[in-house]
C-alpha cells in the first residue's frame, strides 16, 4: 500500500476513512475473520442441538405384568386387536393377560421406549409432545432476548468482548447434561436451555459486524455467506457427532468441549477499527493501526500518525437527521417498506429453521436428512453472493421466496415418493437460505442511515418471533402431515408478492434521511 494514498483517505475524514483503509483480504483480514467465524461453527451446534436431545422417539404403554424381559417398543403379540392407541392408553387386565374388550382401558402411566438418545425417555414425556416441542420454543425466546443483548454489548464495550462472553458462555450447555431423570430433570435442563441461548446465541451477530467492518462494509455480502457457510458446517458437524455418539448427554458434552479456546481470544481476536475510532479510542486504533502494517505490510506516514493522536473524537458526517417513530409515521412510502420488511425477515426465519427442525421426519435415516438439510444452506449462500450483485436485490429474493413456496407446498402431496419428496425439500431449503442473505443486505437498503440501526434491529426482532414458532410446526403434523410444509409454502409466497412493492436499490446510493429514502420509491 502506498504512503500516498494513507495521506489521501485521512484528509477526509479520520474515523470512516481510516477504517475502509486498513479493510480488505490482506494477511491480517484473513486470520482475524478465521477466528470470528470459529464462534459461529461453535454457535451454530448449540443452537440446533436441541433438534436431536429432543427429538421424538418411539413408545408403547407398558403393561408390567404381561412385558418380557427385553420388552420392545414394538406391539406385542398379546395387544388387544383393534386398539390403535397403544402410546397412551393402557388395556385393563382380565384372569389371563390382557382384557379382549378393546374398549376397557384406562390412561397409561408406564411407557417402554425405543430407545433412550432423546430427553422424552429420561425426563418421561411421553404422551407430552408439547413438553418435547416447548424445549424449542424456549430455546428460541432466549435468542429472542439475545440478540438486542449481545447487540448492546457489541456498541457499548466492544465486537471482542461480546463474543468472548458469547463463546465462553458456551460452558452452560454442559450443564444440561447433569439434569437429573424426571419432571425435575426437564425443568433444570429447560432453564439452562434458554439461560444458555440468551448468552449465546448474539455471536451471530457480533462476528458479523466484526467481519464486515475487517473487510469493508462494500463486501457485506460476502461477510454474510461465510457466516452463513459456518452455520451449516456447524449443522454439519453436529450432525456427524451425533451419527456416531447417539446418546444426548454424551454429544452434548462433545460439543461443548471448544470452550476453552475462547479463552485465548483476549490475545487473539482483536477489536475492530471502526468501533475504536468511533467511540474514542485513538491510542487503541494506532497500535492496532501499527500490528496491521505489519501484518499486511504498508508504511504508516507520520501525518496518519500525527492526525489520530490529535483527534480526541471521530465524528460521523453522514448524520443529517435524528429519527424518530414520529418521523416514520410522515412518510406512508417508508412505513410500508418496514412493514414488508418485517414480513421477510419473519418469514425467512420461519421458514428456514421450520424446515431445519422438520427434516428430521422426512421419510428415511434422519440425520442424513439433516445432513443434507444442512448442506443445502451452502449452495444457496452461495447463490445469494452471486445473484445480489448480478441480478438486483429485487429479483434475488422474488424468485427465492417463489422457488421455495412453490417447493414446500408441493412437499405437501409427494410425501409417499422419498426421493422426490427429499428432492424438492431441499431446493425450497436452498432458496430460503439465499433470502435469508439477501434479505439482510436489501432491508439495510430501503431504510435511511439515520435509522437503519433501529429499523433493521426492528426487522431482526420480528425474525425471531419466526424461530420461537418454528419449533412448535411439528405438531400440526396431528392435524395433517403436510400441513407444516404448506403453511411455510404459504407464508413464502405471501414473502414473494410482497417484494413487487418494493424498488431495486442495486448500484443506488445508500439513503441518509427519510425523504432521500422516500424518493426511491
Given at each position: 500500500m502506498e504512503l500516498k494514498k494513507v495521506d489521501e483517505v485521512v484528509k477526509v475524514s479520520i474515523g470512516e476513512s481510516l477504517s475502509e483503509?486498513?479493510?480488505?483480504?490482506?494477511?491480517?483480514?484473513?486470520?482475524?475473520?478465521?477466528?470470528?467465524l470459529i464462534p459461529v461453527v461453535c454457535t451454530a451446534m448449540s443452537n440446533t442441538n436441541f433438534v436431536f436431545a429432543a427429538a421424538a422417539v418411539n413408545y408403547r404403554c407398558a403393561v408390567p405384568e404381561c412385558e418380557l424381559a427385553n420388552a420392545s417398543s414394538g406391539l406385542p403379540n398379546w395387544w388387544p386387536v383393534n386398539v390403535t392407541d397403544y402410546r397412551c392408553s393402557r388395556p385393563v387386565l382380565n384372569n389371563t393377560c390382557i382384557t379382549k374388550d378393546i374398549n376397557n382401558y384406562e390412561n397409561c402411566?408406564?411407557?417402554?421406549?425405543?430407545?433412550?438418545?432423546?430427553?422424552?425417555?429420561?425426563?418421561?414425556?411421553a404422551c407430552q409432545e408439547w413438553k418435547r416441542t416447548l424445549v424449542?420454543?424456549?430455546?428460541?425466546l432466549g435468542v429472542l432476548i439475545s440478540m438486542p443483548l449481545m447487540g448492546f454489548i457489541s456498541d457499548r464495550f466492544g465486537r471482542r468482548k461480546a463474543i468472548i462472553i458469547s463463546g465462553l458462555s458456551l460452558s452452560l450447555g454442559a450443564f444440561k447434561t447433569l439434569s437429573g431423570a424426571g419432571l425435575n430433570g426437564y425443568v433444570t435442563y429447560i432453564c439452562i436451555e434458554f439461560l444458555e441461548a440468551v448468552l449465546?446465541?448474539?455471536?451471530?451477530?457480533?462476528?458479523f459486524v466484526l467481519i464486515v467492518e475487517l473487510i469493508g462494509s462494500d463486501k457485506r455480502i460476502i461477510g454474510a455467506a461465510a457466516v452463513g457457510i459456518s452455520v451449516a458446517v456447524g449443522e454439519l458437524i453436529?450432525?456427524?457427532?451425533?451419527w456416531y455418539i447417539p446418546y444426548w448427554r454424551n454429544f452434548l458434552l462433545i460439543i461443548y468441549c471448544p470452550v476453552p479456546i475462547f479463552l485465548f481470544y483476549t490475545y487473539l481476536l482483536e477489536e475492530s477499527m471502526r468501533w475504536l475510532l468511533i467511540n474514542g479510542k485513538n491510542y487503541e486504533a494506532l497500535a492496532l493501526l501499527q500490528k496491521i502494517s505489519r501484518w499486511n505490510q504498508f508504511a504508516i506516514s507520520d501525518k496518519v500518525i500525527d492526525d489520530i493522536n490529535t483527534e480526541s473524537k471521530t465524528t460521523n458526517v453522514v448524520n443529517k437527521e435524528t429519527f424518530t417513530v414520529k418521523l416514520l409515521f410522515t412518510s406512508t412510502a417508508l412505513?410500508?417498506?418496514v412493514v414488508i420488511c418485517s414480513w421477510w425477515w419473519f418469514t425467512a426465519a420461519f421458514v428456514y429453521y421450520g424446515l431445519m427442525i422438520n427434516s428430521v421426519s422426512l421419510p428415511g435415516n434422519k440425520n442424513a436428512n439433516f445432513a443434507l438439510s444442512s448442506f443445502a444452506t451452502i449452495p444457496g449462500d452461495i447463490i445469494a453472493v452471486i445473484t445480489l450483485d448480478r441480478f438486483g436485490r429485487k429479483k434475488t429474493l422474488f424468485w427465492g421466496f417463489l422457488f421455495c413456496?412453490?417447493?414446500?407446498v408441493t412437499n405437501g402431496f409427494i410425501q409417499d415418493y422419498k426421493i422426490a419428496s427429499l428432492v424438492v425439500f431441499l431446493i425450497g431449503k436452498t432458496s430460503i437460505s439465499a433470502c435469508f442473505n439477501a434479505v439482510y443486505v436489501y432491508t439495510s437498503e430501503l431504510v435511511p442511515t439515520s435509522a437503519r440501526g433501529s429499523l433493521v434491529g426492528t426487522c431482526s426482532m420480528l425474525a425471531r418471533v419466526g424461530t420461537v414458532l418454528a419449533p412448535l410446526t411439528p405438531l400440526l403434523r396431528d392435524l395433517w402431515h403436510s400441513l407444516p410444509t404448506t403453511l411455510f409454502g404459504c407464508a413464502s409466497l405471501s414473502a414473494a408478492v410482497l417484494t413487487l412493492a418494493t424498488p431495486e436499490t442495486l448500484r443506488k446510493p445508500l439513503p441518509d434521511?427519510?425523504?432521500e429514502a422516500t424518493a426511491m420509491s
Open positions: 483503509l486498513v479493510s480488505g483480504f490482506g494477511r491480517y483480514q484473513v486470520w482475524q475473520s478465521f477466528l470470528a402411566d408406564e411407557w417402554i421406549y425405543e430407545t433412550n438418545n432423546s430427553i422424552v425417555a429420561e425426563f418421561g414425556l424449542g420454543t424456549v430455546h428460541n449465546v446465541t448474539g455471536t451471530y451477530t457480533s462476528c453436529l450432525d456427524l457427532i451425533v412505513l410500508k417498506r413456496g412453490l417447493c414446500c434521511t427519510v425523504a
